[in-house]
């Protein structure tokens, strides 16, 4: 029996020994959605999951960081982040794919670059004046990119640049954005503005309980497709996510639900060529 559409063209990507290069927003966003993909790919081509925002601040907190830290039982956010980074470098061995922290500040942390005058003074009072998204609910949650997020957008369009050149021929998994977090949408953004080859896939499990956004879907005339390798293994690595796993799944239940992926309607995403000699991102070792 012929492979659907999405299997049929990862099998094409693996063959052809072009670089994949996942972005993935938080320490975890890549297992979360993709790492049933991952633990299949990872054993048969070059595959790099680049993480964007990989650090905190140091205080004063929002309301909002200051829930979060809460929910996770941390009372130091750059000190949680450290140990965040060292469970995604765990977990991505196992899966047998490279791993790149890129060092960017975490949405819930991430100051203005300009403050306006007076603005130090009241934020010691009130750190919410001093963010890029004062709140989660209302800012960072809403599906959109503040317009004091340009050099984050900027340096993640750079980032990605130096990571996969486009002399390397090789293929971008990013997120779709469900859920609306402003860290997915920029990321998302980023890659579009790239003009590579690119495979969305389906953030989880915020997919369990939003919608993706049907502009973007029908502008690039995208049709979602399941994968359902290796989603025995993927509780379990999920789990090995420890400091987000309760607060993800209170109960400690991970459902299993079929990875998502979106192609353009034709079913395959531009043809894969093979790998120029010397060309490609490390996929072997740790964060630089």
């Known amino acids: 029996m012929a ?6 063209f990862v099998r094409t990507l693996v063959g052809s020994g072009v670089p994949i290069l996942v972005l993935s927003p938080h320490l975890d966003d890549a297992v979360l959605s993709c790492g049933g993909l991952l633990g299949w790919a990872g054993r048969r081509a070059p595959v790099t999951v680049a993480t964007l ?5 140091p205080p004063p907190y ?4 200051r829930q979060y830290l809460k929910q996770t039982h941390a009372g130091d956010a750059e000190e949680l982040f450290a140990e965040r980074r060292a469970e995604d470098r765990r977990v991505l061995e196992l899966l047998e794919v490279g791993s790149r922290h890129v060092g960017l500040v975490d949405g819930l942390f991430r100051r203005l670059p300009r403050a306006g005058p007076g603005t130090e003074r009241l934020a010691r009072l009130l750190p919410e004046v001093a963010h890029v998204y004062p709140t989660y609910r209302l800012h960072l949650s809403r599906g959109r990119v503040s317009a004091h ?18 002399r390397s021929g090789g293929v971008l998994l990013a997120p779709l954005g469900v859920g609306g977090h402003a860290d997915h949408v920029l990321v998302r953004t980023a890659a579009e503005l790239s003009g590579r ?6 953030d989880f499990p915020y997919n369990q309980r939003a919608a993706a956004d049907a502009g973007f879907t029908r502008r690039h005339r995208l049709v979602a497709r399941a994968w359902e390798r290796g989603l025995d293994r993927k509780a379990e690595l999920v789990r090995e996510y420890r400091t987000q796993a309760d607060a993800l799944f209170p109960g400690g239940h991970v459902p299993r639900a079929p990875e998502v992926y979106l192609l353009p309607e034709t079913g395959a995403v531009p043809r894969v060529r093979e790998r120029p000699r010397g060309a490609g991102v490390r996929t072997r070792g740790g964060t630089p």
């Open 197 to 202: 080859r690119i495979v969305y896939y389906s």
């Open 53 to 57: 925002f990989t650090e905190a601040a």
């Open 62 to 65: 929002t309301l909002s960081a």
């Open 3 to 8: 492979d659907d559409p999405l299997t049929d």
């Open 149 to 166: 997020d340009a050099d984050t957008l900027r340096a993640v369009g750079e980032t990605l640049d130096a990571l996969l050149p486009a």
